[in-house]
């Protein structure tokens, strides 16, 4: 599967932004889809997670209550709705996916856990 992330732009503190994950290639059913952040100087961070159907969704700390992640099957796309973004909320943001059956929480909150991933876009937060 080829995955495709857009979206990213300059925002203002509390503001919104909705990112989109377009896969291709295979059916988008067949996946676990994870999306994660990298800010400069930073490791990569999980910010969540979304079951093949919709379900068993997982949030990191720091976007818990913020972001929403949803996806559509029918148009093989994900998405990460994110509202009262704060300036460090600044990353590049990855959507990733699996379809191995074998993994399940908490291999899903880690990059180790994805075998595919899109080329990111920025999101920037100014306060």
């Known amino acids: 599967v080829q995955l495709q992330a857009s979206g990213g732009g300059l925002v203002q503190a509390g503001g919104s932004l909705r990112l989109s994950c377009a896969a291709s290639?295979?059916?988008?059913?067949?996946?676990?889809m994870g999306w994660f952040r990298q800010a400069p100087g930073k490791e990569r961070e999980f910010v969540a997670t979304i079951g093949r159907s919709g379900g068993n969704i997982v949030y990191g700390d720091s976007v818990r209550g913020r972001f929403t992640i949803s996806r559509d099957n029918a148009q093989n796309t994900g998405f990460l709705q994110m509202n009262g973004m704060q300036p460090e909320d600044t990353a590049v943001y990855y959507c990733a996916a699996t379809a191995r059956s074998s993994v399940s929480h908490p291999w899903t909150t880690r990059t180790a856990g994805y075998d595919y991933w899109g080329q990111g876009t920025l999101v920037t937060v100014s306060s």
């Open positions: 290639g295979s059916a988008f059913r067949r996946y676990i």
